[in-house]
T-cell receptor, first 109, second 115 residues
Framework: KNEVEQSPQNLTAQEGEFITINCSYS?????LHWLQQHPGGGIVSLFM???GKKKHGRLIATINIQEKHSSLHITASHPRDSAVYIC???????????FGTGTSLTVIP | DGGITQSPKYLFRKEGQNVTLSCEQN?????MYWYRQDPGQGLRLIYY???????QKGDIAEGYSVSREKKESFPLTVTSAQKNPTAFYLC??????????????FGSGTQLSVL
């Protein structure tokens, strides 16, 4: 059983579309991270959330602690947004992070 | 600018050989981690370290070893006991800046393949 579940697993969108990636988790957490991984590359941290909502450019991340759910939204998607997006949570009972399997996003021009 | 440096980017291992992956950070982060990434799977924790000279096994530590002699360095050795080492290895570091605030950064990764 995975502590972190992401959906969808794969997503293809036309340029300009609004995109939503979902993350559900089953453990108590102190923080949730949204990460971005480009092909062959390392991982970049996009957001860290413990409550509410954060916005950075065209990216918006929200978290609902009671429902154990977070969403990552991309407005006006662009081909350069094509990457794997990974949800990670920091357990509040230890020092571990748990990772989702990622959502592979392809934005077509 | 501070960051995490992993080397080499690509590494090939012969049967029976031990190889060491380097991870260095100049962020003054206390915690460092090694993860293994296989296609279609989430990152799996190999080892982590919260302070110098101390480290804990993760979920898949068998066939791997680490050391933490300096705060900046957390090398991972893939031993000959690891029978399926082909994977992408990621080093990460983190620091808590408040009760509900922290930074998590990753290196650029090492692709290890078996010859």
């Amino acid at each position: 059983k995975n502590e972190v579940e992401q959906s969808p697993q794969n997503l293809t969108a036309q340029e300009g579309e609004f995109i939503t990636i979902n993350c559900s988790y089953s453990v108590g957490i102190s923080a949730l991270h949204w990460l971005q991984q480009h092909p062959g590359g390392g991982i970049v941290s996009l957001f860290m959330l413990s409550s509410g909502k954060k916005k950075h450019g065209r990216l918006i991340a929200t978290i609902n602690i009671q429902e154990k759910h977070s969403s990552l939204h991309i407005t006006a998607s662009h081909p350069r947004d094509s990457a794997v997006y990974i949800c990670a949570v920091r357990s509040n009972t230890g020092n571990q992070f748990y990772f989702g399997t990622g959502t592979s996003l392809t934005v077509i021009p | 600018d501070g960051g995490i440096t992993q080397s080499p980017k690509y590494l090939f291992r012969k049967e029976g050989q031990n190889v060491t992956l380097s991870c260095e950070q100049n962020l003054n982060h206390d915690a460092m981690y090694w993860y293994r990434q296989d296609p279609g799977q989430g990152l799996r924790l190999i080892y982590y370290s919260q302070i110098v000279n101390d480290f804990q096994k993760g979920d898949i530590a068998e066939g791997y070893s680490v050391s933490r002699e300096k705060k900046e360095s957390f090398p991972l050795t893939v031993t000959s006991a690891q029978k399926n080492p082909t994977a992408f290895y990621l080093c990460a570091s983190s620091i808590r800046t408040g009760t509900y605030n922290e930074k998590l950064l990753f290196g650029s990764g090492t692709q290890l393949s078996v010859l």
